[in-house]
């Protein structure tokens, strides 16, 4: 999709480095990705001094890092302006897109959703794609529909890359420390931690202690860290990590909803199978096992 509109989004190929504080859990993480390896992802076990070849940035790490697995195909991005940039091209596609508006309920009749109460009118529609992230259960609640998606609060930092800093060149996981992070442009981005907070997204400095010690730590130039934007959001987790498609009691309302914290990740290929069950096309892969469980 990117090769057929040209969309622009600080587009990082290369793949992303997996890191490893010790030969023990280097040895275990190599165990856990070889799932991954079978199913024909491209990864390379490296040592420290390849890492360091890749990512000068880490050289000061020497005695830190034992190794790291790169995975060769992934990439990172600015998730933000590549729906900003999508939205431009669905619209010259025609497609219409409505902002500030809330959505008060939806009423359905028998298996089939009648129409959407907004804040403004009623929408009717042939078919309804539910993709509400962590907001989604409470919204088909009152349809008797039991969506298993729960709020998780993530927290993020974003670094202003300036004059004389050194960004990472390639993102990645500090997997001990459990920090990813990746550079989008002009800025850098880290994340770490997750905890059960409802739907609360307040956030202390307190909170972001941790992430901006080790992301000194790893990257001590990355960025202008006393300008740090702190935010929190709401990731929407399923419990076997899994996003929910297809439709259940409602045969007009398909859902696309509950990916997690790797919502960007999946977007493009859920929403393609989205289309294909509205369409009643074969979707590409089975999906039986992404269905309301």
Not at 29 to 58: C, H, S
Not at 230 to 242: K, Q
Not at 258 to 264: E, L, S
Request: aromatic share 8%.
């Amino acid at each position: 999709m990117v090769e057929e509109t040209g969309i622009q989004y600080n587009r990082k190929s290369g793949g992303a480095l997996y890191l490893f504080r010790s030969q023990e859990t280097l040895e275990a993480g190599i165990a856990n990705l070889q799932p991954l390896i079978e199913n024909g992802q491209k990864m390379e076990v490296l040592d420290f001094t390849r890492v360091a070849e890749i990512d000068p940035t880490l050289s000061h790490m020497k005695d830190r890092i034992s190794g790291a697995v790169l995975s060769l195909t992934d990439e990172s991005g600015n998730s933000l302006l590549f729906t900003k940039n999508l939205w431009k091209v669905c619209e010259k596609m025609g497609g219409t897109f409505e902002s500030e508006i809330n959505i008060e309920r939806i009423e359905d009749k028998g298996d089939q959703i009648e129409r959407i109460i907004t804040n403004r009118a009623e929408r009717k529609a042939d078919a309804y794609v539910l993709c509400l992230g962590s907001w989604s259960p409470l919204l088909v609640r009152p349809l008797g529909v039991r969506l298993s998606i729960y709020p998780v609060k993530g927290y993020s930092i974003t670094i202003p890359v300036e004059s004389g800093h050194t960004p990472p060149t390639i993102g990645g996981i500090d997997e001990d420390f459990k920090i990813a992070y990746s550079t989008l442009g002009k800025q850098v981005r880290l994340t770490t931690m997750a905890e059960f907070t409802g739907y609360d997204v307040t956030h202390s400095p307190k909170d972001f202690e941790y992430l901006l010690e080790s992301a000194k730590e790893l990257f001590p130039n990355a960025g202008n860290y006393d300008k740090a934007e702190c935010w929190a959001g709401l990731r929407p987790m399923t419990p076997d990590s899994l996003p929910v498609l297809d439709t259940a009691r409602h045969s007009n309302l398909f859902f696309n909803t509950g990916h997690g914290h790797m919502g960007w990740t999946m977007a493009c290929g859920t929403a393609s199978l989205t289309s294909d069950l509205i369409a009643k096309r074969t979707p590409a892969i089975p999906v039986e096992h992404l269905r309301l469980r």
